[in-house]
């Protein structure tokens, strides 16, 4: 009978039982055991605080809320660990400072969290589900004295339900225990419904508080051809300017600034430095002088043609002509003392190396056009010191990486050309001997710009070799060349008694 | 004798509640016999009225001077993050390299002082600590309160605060992304979330009982239908009460390890990253500890003077005040010797960006504020070995408000000195705080200075229920104990009219 | 109030006290055993493998020991802190297996030797300038051999001093009865309280964290302090089970007793997992190569100790945690002393998992001997702790707590 109330309404009884006051919690206990050993079981007790003893003195059985609390903690540490293996391993993973996709130390804390959270409140409503609460209306709080309950008296209360129930007995036996005060319960007769104010100002309330949610679904699931309502901002409109947006600010009205004359920008050194591309950009740049100048002026107008005037109008102002004197006046400036170093390769030198090489350009059509010559100021000194050391390193490293395909003398008959050669019987295309006139006449830098980014079936070798590598490559190369037509000058006279005697 | 404001029904009551006043020692036990919990020869009567007429006559003038200084902080607080909102986080001092600043000292430090009151229900609950239900009310109310301060830091702190709910792993339409789970401070929305909800269902379940008082003690309709409302009903049947307390005790069970798990995970948010100062593995036991101290130094703090205002001394003793101040000896001098145990294994490590954290905090330019931190938490403390500092109501007010702003130092120190100093010194900094964070940090005091005064003005703020519970049990202690003595003691026996 | 009111048998059987003298034989002849093994078995190109084991396992199993004597002495000033009455009838327990901490001091000569005399053979450190690792020699100014001989003294000393005057005054009071030596006890427990709490951790820094001279971690003395008390609730129950099997202390150790015994270690199996994993976590997330090689020694799977982690999870955490949970098995005080068992053997394989690793990969010889070192060193154990014991009663009768702690009932948690 743990956890049945009285308040089935199927005709209900006018009075429910009796009920008895006392002063004392020593006294309500004597009094429960008393009604207790008299056989009644539909009992309670009414106290202000937990009377330790009443369980035994009326009968209580223990209560079975542990094992929700257990089963919600077990369902909380479930969830919580699926759920975090699930989205972060699963839907949507990806690498954070390393950590692997399921990070099961990572999980704990939450898992542990939301166990405790399952826990806690399950706890809290399964106690108020057993207990029938919330329920205003009470027989009991018909008595005015009962109100006491909760402040300093103790009730004892035997309902008239009981088997055993017999108005008089129950009173002259609640009587005999020595109460306050023993009265009858009566049925709470009061109106049950909610006083009508109150009512209609709930469902106002209740009313007002959808319309936010409506319009939000509403809006979710319509749509709209006015520009969206900014709340905030989130950064969408923001006063700075971004790349190829004008300005008034600079007189070549352009947001982006080039870098200043002589710099080179943090981690771009390998993209500006001769050393690194072999070749000089900034020369390059003045090959192609006309063309840069064409491209600014072109890219000047864009956004000033498309841009609506209201958002830039300091930059409405067409400026087409400004910008073709302004790099021109700055650019000589800087190209001027790398002037000495420049060695035009104009586009008739490429023309002529592809129509030197025409097994080259029977295989690799498309490519190996003269327009893929590039027209750059290719270094013609070594911007490193030509040593002996440098000279070892080139051997080793020609014979490592150049030698399987270009043969150990650069004749173009390295292993694997002989053995594809003998494979593919005509189909192969033997490479490039290095000993021929175009390669002979070819720059220092335009041999490294091969090694480093590779030519037609060649493959880039940037990844193998590093720039000194590729330096000291370039000087084997320049070395066997020269060892294939040397003449007897090149033989130190020391050793020309060597040669003679042979 | 006291002034009685409005003559009521609870006259008679009234009258025997102000009976007897004289002042118990009730510090002191002799060993094999409790000194009474409840002093003043209250009974349960007296004990109800004592409580329940703080919300029903009008307030003292002292709470109308605080609640109408805390509601204008309050709203200056407020105008503070509309401002903040409207022009974003620059109006904070925080820079590069101290990105965690003010906001963040700010959210530990309340955090901190919100465990005073789930640990008092519940850890002192599971030691069986009777002392604790004079003041676990007031104690949880300040919990929930502080949480609320703390909540509300990183909420703004997160840039686009409108945007704050992508913390929660919601199906969202837009992304369908999920929130980053390997991340302590996703871990910390989880334990503050947890803990904020947890201990504001425990505050109120230990309420319902109290607030069933409030209703019948009701002259007015309209009192009389809110309380009830609130109390859900509650009558005091025993099957009601046996499940209440078990499903307490499980609750104390639960919040326990809640309790530690929260400032351990806050702990983590700095201990998990690399920076020297931060990453130390004793920072979850450490946090905690100072946790439980700067929450008993605020409970002091709040207590000794809401104790005077509502003459509520004999519920309110010297004990509950002496058992609180030697739990903030106990819990600074932990604190002291984490301290102390950080400084020595930075040295012990050897590791050169440790030993340079711990000189830098010392001796570099913040100095001033470790050693604020220091004197304030560990030294200050140790005044409570002696009884006048623990049993003096205003000597312990002070050292309290020491201990509250020693508290906020230490978080300072830990996120501000260790993030000024970087390991490149190329980025070094020195972090000052703009009017902005001085404001919202007095700001967060009006918010929780206002909850606290409404609470005071509305909710019960002594577990009458629970108080009644040890009262009974100290009576029958009593009454073991003079009948193993052969003679009767009338001292403290509660009931009896 | 008469002394033993109860009527009830509170000495130890006379027949457990004569077991003390054989097990110092076991125990002594164990020890050498396992010496011996770890020489004979344990194949190693370098002949000081097996001293160094020997060592390391003596000190894991003195550790062992010592941990749970360490919180009994907690134990009892605690109690005695918070004024607290129902552990009355079972303090005397605590204050015996504290007293055990002199004895304790006397065994650990072997290890001041070996700091002296043992060139590395325990702590790398003790190879001195020249011979360790360029961090190490950093500190060398701390990891001294004089030093570290002068801060054990005074870590015995504090423990020595706290152990003997806590258990003389509590037999004073079983003659005179008098309220005031608990009052006195009570204003002393603080300072020692601290006192304890500093020497404690730097103890652990000391004799357990410096075998890997390298690593730290400032938590790892509230980890061994875990550990400890863990231990310690084990010891006592199964003490005060064995007590009562054999029809002792019967009327004054109540089933209340027992569970709050249990909640205590409960209590502690989580404590200790919660700092555990706390250790674990912020070494494992911030993945510093200094720290994780601590780690790295005991999970990487080449050196064979990584199950050992894993069984640590399960049996040191998930089993007792799921095992000792319900009501029930708290209030049932076999199956209680059957936990409490299982407890004492987890811890030796906790003290095994911090120390053992350090001196190479698991071996299953190495594992012998040191279980058979284990054993000596548990019957060593309990050989003082039963010539300690003696004829001194177990319980203390005419502690004033006492009415109360035998009035106690547990609220219906």
């Known amino acids: ?502 | 004798m006291m002034p009685i404001p409005t003559p009521t029904k609870n006259l008679a009551r009234l009258m025997s509640t102000i009976a007897s006043h004289k002042v118990i020692d009730n510090t002191i036990d002799t060993p094999g016999r409790r000194s009474p919990l409840v002093t003043g020869n209250q009974t349960y009567g007296s004990l109800t009225h004592m409580v329940s007429r703080i919300s029903e006559e009008a307030q003292p003038l002292a709470w109308w001077v605080t609640f109408l200084l805390a509601v204008p902080t309050l709203g200056m607080f407020g105008g503070l993050i509309v401002y903040l909102f409207l022009t974003g986080v620059g109006v904070w001092g925080n820079m590069s390299p101290v990105f965690w600043a003010w906001p963040i000292v700010n959210f530990v430090f309340w955090v901190g002082i919100g465990h005073a009151g789930t640990l008092i229900s519940a850890i002192l609950f599971l030691f069986r600590q009777n002392w604790r239900t004079g003041i676990n009310r007031a104690a949880e109310a300040m919990t929930i309160f502080a949480v609320v301060c703390a909540g509300t830091f990183p909420g703004i702190h997160v840039g686009r605060a409108w945007l704050a709910f992508w913390l929660t792993p919601y199906p969202s339409l837009n992304l369908w992304m999920w929130p980053q789970f390997r991340s302590p401070l996703l871990w910390d929305v989880f334990a503050v979330g947890t803990y904020a909800s947890v201990s504001l269902v425990f505050w109120y379940m230990g309420m319902i009982p109290d607030l069933a008082t409030f209703r019948d003690r009701s002259t007015n309709k309209f009192r009389r239908m809110v309380y009830g409302i609130l109390s859900l009903g509650w009558s005091g049947s025993s099957r009601h009460w046996m499940r209440y307390e078990k499903a307490y005790s499980l609750l104390a069970a639960l919040a326990t390890p809640l309790v530690l798990s929260v400032h351990t995970v806050v702990s983590f948010d700095f201990a998990v990253s690399q920076l020297p100062g931060w990453h130390t593995t004793i920072f979850p036991p450490y946090f905690v500890a100072g946790a439980i101290f700067s929450g008993f130094g605020m409970v002091v703090t709040l207590l000794v003077p809401v104790r005077a205002l509502y003459k509520l001394k004999d519920v309110i003793t010297l004990r509950h005040l002496d058992n609180m101040n030697k739990i903030i000896l106990a819990t600074g001098s932990l604190v002291g010797l984490a301290y102390a145990t950080e400084f020595f294994m930075a040295w012990y490590s050897q590791n050169p960006y440790e030993v340079f954290t711990f000189w830098n905090r010392a001796f570099g330019p913040y100095w001033w504020a470790y050693w604020i931190m220091v004197s304030c938490n560990v030294i200050s403390p140790q005044l409570f070995w002696f009884k006048f500092f623990r049993t003096n109501t205003i000597a312990m007010w002070i050292v309290s408000i020491f201990v509250n702003i020693g508290m906020w130092f230490e978080r300072f120190v830990i996120t501000v000195t260790s993030l000024s100093r970087d390991f490149l010194p190329s980025s070094w900094g020195y972090f000052t705080p703009t009017w902005v964070d001085i404001g919202m940090l007095v700001g967060s005091f009006g918010l929780f200075f206002t909850l606290f005064s409404l609470f005071c003005r509305y909710l019960p703020i002594v577990a009458m229920a629970e108080v009644k519970g040890v009262m009974s049990q100290h009576a029958h202690a009593e009454h073991r104990h003079a009948h193993s003595h052969g003679h009767a003691h009338s001292h403290g026996h509660a009931g009896g009219h | 109030m008469a002394a033993n009111t109860l009527n009830d048998n509170i000495t130890m059987p006379a027949s457990w006290r004569a077991a003390a003298p054989i097990l110092v034989a076991v125990g002594a002849v164990c020890v050498l055993v396992s010496l011996g093994l770890f020489q004979f078995l344990v194949k190693s190109e370098n002949e000081a493998t097996g001293f160094r084991m020997f060592f390391h396992s003596y000190l894991a199993n003195y550790i062992y020991c010592l941990s749970f004597c360490l919180g009994a002495l907690f134990f009892v000033l605690v109690q005695h802190v918070v004024r607290a009455g129902w552990s009355a009838s079972v303090r005397r327990v605590a204050e015996l297996l504290a007293l055990t901490i002199p004895w304790w001091a006397v065994l650990f000569l072997p290890i001041i030797a070996v700091v002296f005399g043992g060139q590395g053979t325990l702590y790398e450190w003790t190879k001195g300038a020249g011979n360790v690792p360029a961090i190490v020699e950093l500190k060398l100014s701390y990891l001294d051999p004089k030093w570290f001989l002068l801060r054990a003294v005074v870590y015995f000393a504090v423990w020595c001093i706290a152990a003997t005057l806590y258990f003389r005054k509590s037999r004073e009071q079983d003659e005179s009865g008098s309220t005031e030596i608990t009052i006195k006890l009570q204003r002393w427990a603080g300072p020692f309280i601290i006192a304890f709490a500093l020497s404690l951790n730097f103890a652990a820094f000391d004799w357990m964290m410096s075998t890997d001279a390298e690593w730290y971690s400032t938590i790892y003395g509230v980890y061994l302090f875990a550990a400890g008390m863990l231990s310690f609730f084990a010891v006592m129950i199964l003490t005060c089970y064995l007590m009562q099997r054999n029809g002792r202390m019967e009327k004054y150790v109540t089933t209340e007793h027992f569970h709050d015994l249990a909640k205590f270690q409960f209590g502690f199996i989580v404590f200790w997992t919660y700092i555990a994993f706390s250790q674990f976590l912020l070494y494992w997330y911030a993945n510093i190569p200094e720290e994780t090689a601590w780690y790295a020694d005991r999970l990487d799977l080449e050196t064979g100790w990584r199950p050992l982690g894993y069984l640590l999870i399960i049996l040191h955490f998930a089993v007792p945690f799921l095992g000792t949970l319900p009501r029930a098995i708290r209030r049932n005080k076999s199956v209680l002393a059957g936990w409490a068992v299982f407890i004492l053997c987890v811890h030796w394989l906790d003290m095994t998992f911090l120390v053992m690793p350090n001196v190479g990969h698991a071996s299953a010889a190495m594992l012998f001997g040191h279980f058979v070192c284990w054993i000596g060193m548990v019957s060593i154990f309990l050989a003082l702790f039963l010539f300690r014991v003696g004829e001194t009663p177990m319980v203390a009768v005419r502690d004033p707590w006492m009415p109360d702690a035998l009035a106690y009932q547990q609220s219906p948690m």
């Open chain 1, 1 to 502: 009978m743990s956890d049945h109330k009285p308040e089935k309404k199927v005709k209900p009884p006018k009075a429910f039982g009796w009920v008895a006051e006392y002063a004392d919690d020593n006294q309500l206990l004597d009094a429960a055991r008393k009604v207790r050993d008299s056989g009644y079981t539909r009992t309670d007790a009414f106290t202000p605080f937990p009377v330790h003893g009443i369980d035994e003195a009326l009968g209580i059985k223990p209560t079975v809320l542990p094992w929700f609390t257990l089963c919600a903690g077990a369902t909380g540490t479930s969830i919580a660990l699926l759920m975090q293996w699930w989205m972060n391993s699963i839907d949507y993973p990806y690498i954070i400072s390393g950590k692997p996709f399921s990070s099961w130390p990572a999980f704990i804390p939450v898992a542990f969290e939301l166990t405790v959270l399952f826990a806690a409140y399950t706890t809290v409503f399964a106690m108020l589900g057993l207990n029938g609460l919330p329920k205003f209306s009470n027989p009991m709080f018909t008595n005015p004295k009962f109100d006491r309950a909760t402040d300093d008296r103790f009730f004892l209360w035997v309902d008239s339900r009981d088997k055993y129930f017999n108005t008089e007995k129950v009173k002259s036996l609640l009587d005999s225990t020595s109460p306050l005060s023993v009265d009858e319960v009566r049925e709470d007769d009061t109106p049950a419904e909610i006083p009508k104010a109150i009512f209609s100002v709930i469902m106002a309330l209740i009313f007002v508080s959808l319309i936010p949610g409506a319009m939000v679904l509403r809006m979710r699931a319509s749509q709209s051809d006015s520009p969206r309502w900014h709340v905030f901002f989130d950064m969408d409109f923001q006063p700075k300017k971004k790349p190829q947006q004008t300005t008034s600010l600079f007189a070549d009205n352009r947001t982006q600034r080039p870098p200043v004359p002589g710099t080179v920008a943090r981690g771009e050194l390998e993209n500006a430095d001769p050393y690194y591309l072999g070749y000089d950009p900034d020369q390059t740049a003045l090959l192609e002088s006309t063309a840069a100048t064409r491209m600014v002026a072109f890219k000047l107008q864009e956004p000033a043609a498309q841009e609506p005037a209201a958002t830039e109008p300091p930059a409405t102002e067409p400026v087409a002509e400004a910008p073709s004197t302004e790099p021109a006046s700055t650019e000589p400036a800087i190209a001027e003392p790398a002037a000495a170093k420049q060695e035009p390769a104009p586009a008739a030198v490429a023309a002529e190396t592809q129509a030197a090489t025409p097994e080259t350009a029977n295989a690799q059509p498309a490519p190996a056009a003269a327009a893929g010559e590039p027209n750059y100021a290719w270094l013609t000194e070594f911007p490193i010191e030509a040593t002996e050391e440098l000279f070892a390193l080139g051997k080793k490293k020609y014979e490592i990486n150049c030698a399987v395909c270009h043969g150990f003398a650069g004749y173009g008959n390295g292993l694997v050309s002989q053995r594809a050669t003998n494979l593919a019987q005509g189909y192969w295309v033997q490479p490039t001997s290095l000993h021929e006139d175009r390669i002979q006449k070819q720059a220092l830098g335009r041999i490294y710009y091969t090694i480093a980014n590779g030519k037609g079936k060649m493959a880039a070798y940037a990844s193998s070799l590093t720039p000194k590598e590729r330096w000291a490559v370039v000087l084997y190369v320049r070395a066997l060349q020269r060892s294939q037509n040397a003449s007897l000058e090149d033989v130190p006279e020391a050793r020309r008694g060597d040669l003679s005697a042979k």
